[in-house]
């Protein structure tokens, strides 16, 4: 058997918008993905629906695989002939270890490419407002480890020549000896005075970041308890920064549920993301092919009426058309569309749309299974109907426990419900994603977007449950002015 291939690709610091042309289209044709703690999950999103998930994250206080397990199964999955994704958080070569596990690959003749990523060096300092170099500031900037534990539990490094020559020091994971490190540059010549910010989860919507001077920030990032994952940034650059255009958004430091409940990312969710918010879409769903139903494509002519539930039933439908090599002129009803992206799937491919029509000929539903038979079983359309499934949504289980691990290490604090449909599937399942608003020790606020998810989640016995508009303004200043009432109530208790 022909020995496959592995890309150790670079996720980027944690947005998962930084992630590379070339890492997101290794992604796509991936057969495995090993994937570590500070790779964002959203990423795995890209994967496709055969693929496999391997977690080999590392937190401070233990290991989940060991690094000889980590290059084992990379040998092992690429002597099947598959496609493996080494996943990697920032750049594989930047404190990575890439180099022991690539060597681990050319000693069994396995192929491997090398994608790089964004370093979390270079990126959180940025988001936080801070360049790494500057004319006026650093023309110089340096990539420490502060993991080196070969002294005594602190690292060991040119500490002289660290403090003399250069401008810019920028220590990855040195929360934990962030006292040594400002003692030790003091005593090798740096001013007291510098500045330094630390950086928690950069580019995250968790981000959050302190500065202070090498005299104090260690007691100010202990009063704010800063953990790792952080970098550590010193020097006169730090002085250059005025506010961090990205911690100034309105949702920065949200962690947010939103129950899906369909296959399409929310447009909701994507608005919550640009406003700062870190943002869980939950349950993921698996696309699945149904039978092509002939009998129904070969009456197409006799409907009056075609009304479509969602953009990705447009694109199936016509993909369908297509395979069984039809003439759209076929379609002579009038489209309607149940949903704005399925009008705009229709309208792209050029077709006129109507809008608030009665139906009272021939009608033909095309959509997903669950969704016409949830939304359309009851209803009294005034007219006769045939209906033509073009796919089922299967939940994704492969992300059911990367949403719990996520929710164990930064726990939620609001959980966003669109409709019925999506709060009964939260009651359901709460338990498998470890979301237990019950056994919490800060209530969760839940959100509604309609008054029959509102009136389910309240029934339910939920303890704050709200109900918001769902236009995309008044959910961001609802939820921005929520937190912002309750962090002044904190501070008086």
């Not at 690094?67 to 996943?87: C, D, H, M, W, Y």
């Not at 006292?179 to 968790?206: D, H, N």
């Not at 993301?273 to 129904?296: F, L, S, Y």
Request: charged share 25%; with cysteine.
């Amino acid at each position: 058997m022909k020995n496959g291939i592995v890309y150790f690709v670079g996720a980027g610091p944690g947005d998962p918008r930084l992630i590379t042309l070339k890492g997101k289209q290794a992604l796509e044709e991936a057969d495995v993905i090993l994937y570590d703690r500070l790779a964002n999950p959203k990423l795995l999103e890209y994967a496709q629906p055969a693929c496999h998930f391997i977690y080999c994250g590392k937190l401070p206080d233990r290991h989940f695989m060991k690094q000889a397990e980590i290059n084992a199964l990379l040998i092992e999955k690429a002597s099947e002939g598959l496609t493996v994704v080494r996943l990697k958080g920032g750049d594989p070569s930047v404190f990575g270890r890439v180099g022991e596990e690539a060597e681990a690959l050319y000693q069994h003749g396995i192929r491997y490419e090398m994608v790089p990523g964004i370093t979390s060096g270079i990126a959180a300092p940025l988001y936080a407002g801070i360049p790494v170099t500057h004319r006026d500031f650093a023309s110089s900037f340096a990539m420490i480890t502060a993991h080196d534990t070969s002294l005594k539990g602190t690292p060991n490094l040119d500490w002289e020549g660290l403090a003399r020559g250069v401008q810019t020091l920028v220590f990855y994971m040195g929360v934990k000896n962030l006292a040594f490190i400002c003692q030790q540059l003091i005593a090798y010549g740096k001013s007291p005075s510098v500045p330094v910010m630390v950086i928690q989860w950069g580019t995250w919507g968790r981000q959050r970041s302190v500065k202070g001077t090498l005299m104090d920030i260690h007691q100010k990032a202990a009063d704010e308890q800063i953990k790792n994952p952080a970098i550590i940034v010193i020097g006169d650059i730090v002085s250059f920064q005025k506010h961090s255009w990205f911690e100034s958004k309105p949702l920065i430091g949200r962690h947010i549920m939103m129950i899906t409940s369909g296959e399409e990312e929310s447009p909701i969710a994507k608005e919550l993301r640009e406003n700062g918010a870190d943002v869980i879409e939950w349950p993921k769903w698996n696309v699945q092919k149904t039978p092509i139903d002939e009998n129904i494509l070969n009456r197409l002519e006799s409907f009056e009426d075609i009304l479509f539930t969602s953009r990705r039933a447009v694109c199936e439908f016509f993909r369908m058309l297509a395979s069984k090599k039809m003439d759209i002129r076929q379609l002579r009803g009038r489209l309607s569309a149940d949903s704005l992206s399925a009008k705009a799937e229709l309208e792209k491919r050029g077709f006129d749309i109507a809008s608030n029509i009665q139906y009272n000929g021939a009608l033909l539903i095309i959509g997903e299974k669950q969704t016409v038979q949830e939304r359309f079983h009851h209803l009294d359309l005034c007219s006769s109907y045939d209906v033509f499934i073009t796919h089922e949504n299967v939940i994704d289980d492969r992300f059911t426990s990367i949403f719990k691990r996520t929710i164990d290490e930064t726990p939620l604090q609001l959980i966003l419900c669109e409709n019925k449909k999506c709060m009964e599937q939260l009651i359901r399942e709460k338990g498998r994603i470890g979301v237990l608003p019950e056994q919490s020790k800060e209530p969760i606020l839940v959100v509604c977007l309609s008054e029959e998810a509102e009136e389910t989640a309240r029934q339910y016995g939920f303890p704050d449950v709200h109900r918001v508009k769902a236009d995309g303004t008044s959910l961001i200043d609802y939820i921005h002015n929520h937190q912002h009432h309750a962090e002044k109530r904190l501070l008086h208790t």
